[in-house]
């Protein structure tokens, strides 16, 4: 089992920026390929980015290719979401997730684990 928690969010201009941070407890984190997705009101979850165990190729959106950057520390266990030059349709609410590598890291249904989620609100 294994348990994810975020932290991070909150409320910020426009073209501002915020950098989310998902702290994995429980079972060994470095075997995890780990990801964010990224639910608005009324809209489906969409997948933001993800990262396999060893940092190597990163996967984005491509609402959010140049703006965001992921990144992971295995020794901290801890995932982070760098999100600058923020736009108001970056609203929703964020969730980390981790899954037993599969190499497929689109589908919210390939992820095993799930945050509570935290907030992102950008205003204009």
């Known amino acids: 089992q294994v348990q994810l928690v975020e932290s991070g969010g909150g409320l910020v201009q426009a073209g501002g920026s915020l950098r989310l941070s998902c702290a994995a407890s429980?079972?060994?984190?470095?075997?995890?390929?780990m990801g964010w997705f990224r639910q608005a009101p009324g809209k489906e979850r969409e997948f933001v980015a993800a990262?396999?165990?060893?940092?190597?190729?990163?996967y984005y959106a491509d609402s959010v290719k140049g703006r965001f950057t992921i990144s992971r520390d295995n020794a901290k266990n801890t995932v982070y979401l760098q999100m600058n030059s923020l736009r108001p349709e970056d609203t929703a609410v964020y969730y980390c997730?981790?899954?037993?590598?599969?190499?497929?890291?689109?589908?919210?249904?390939?992820?095993?684990?799930w945050g509570q989620g935290t907030q992102v609100t950008v205003s204009s």
């Open positions: 429980g079972r060994t984190f470095s075997v995890y390929a």
């Open positions: 997730v981790a899954q037993v590598p599969s190499g497929r890291y689109y589908q919210w249904n390939e992820y095993d684990y």
């Open positions: 990262i396999p165990w060893n940092s190597g190729r990163t």
